[in-house]
């Protein structure tokens, strides 16, 4: 149990364009879904957190607007960068916070922007 | 908020021997802590987790140990092998903050030489 899909699982975009990556729980609702950010050899740091139906809580630091959000169902969050640049280039993962209070991965998206 | 620290940052270890990775937390609202193992390029894998109620908690050769008191826990990896080796993340969760979020440790890289 706890399943957690995230597509794709890289992508190669050109600067300027936006990305949507999806994060869906297979076979539990998720309350909450956190979105990560993690750079080469360094820790995963969180973007935001998001409940079904409302709006996403972004971190300090973190662009709302280049960074888009959606929790429109129990089982479904996207992340969308808008106006992707190289810099944005890094792997993105989700996980999905159920009801039993742990938290599952995603598989990651490696975003590579040139 | 949540700040948590994690030491050593590299480990080596001979196969055969433990492994201990240590971390702080500062929020003492915490209560649930758990242990991430991340190899390359794929996303962490939760190996172990422990609760505030509870001190200590075993899994076969991984336990994890919890000082509330001092407001800091440990990995325990006894009889490493190779495939023991790849990134650990510890991580708090602060029930003050919206959303349950977990905040990670830096990370410890454990190589484990055959």
């Not at chain 2, 495939?83 to 602060?94: M, Q």
């Amino acid at each position: 149990g706890a399943v957690v899909s995230q597509h794709p699982s890289w992508v190669i975009c050109k600067s300027g364009t936006s990305v949507k990556i999806e994060c869906r729980s297979l076979d539990f609702q998720a309350t909450t879904m956190f979105w990560y950010r993690q750079f080469p050899k360094q820790s995963l740091m969180l973007m935001a957190t998001s409940n079904e139906g409302s709006k996403a809580t972004y971190e300090q630091g973190v662009e709302k607007d280049k960074f888009l959000i959606n929790h429109a169902s129990l089982t479904l969050s996207t992340l969308t960068v808008t106006s992707a640049h190289p810099e944005d280039s890094s792997f993105y993962i989700c996980s999905a916070l159920g009801r039993q209070g742990r938290g599952t991965f995603g598989s990651g998206t490696r975003l590579t922007v040139v | 908020g949540e700040n948590v620290e994690q030491h050593p940052s590299t480990l080596s270890v001979q196969e055969g021997d433990s492994a201990v990775i240590k971390c702080t937390y500062s929020d003492s609202a915490s209560n649930y802590f758990p242990w991430y193992k991340q190899e390359l390029g794929k996303r962490p894998q939760l190996i172990i987790d422990i609760r505030s109620n509870v001190g200590e908690k075993k899994d076969q050769r991984i336990a994890v140990t919890l000082n509330k008191t001092a407001k800091h826990f440990s990995l325990h990896i006894t009889e490493t092998q190779p495939e023991d080796s790849a990134v650990y993340f510890c991580a708090a969760r602060s029930l003050l903050e919206y959303g349950n979020k977990l905040v990670f440790g830096a990370g410890t890289i454990l190589r484990v030489k055959s």
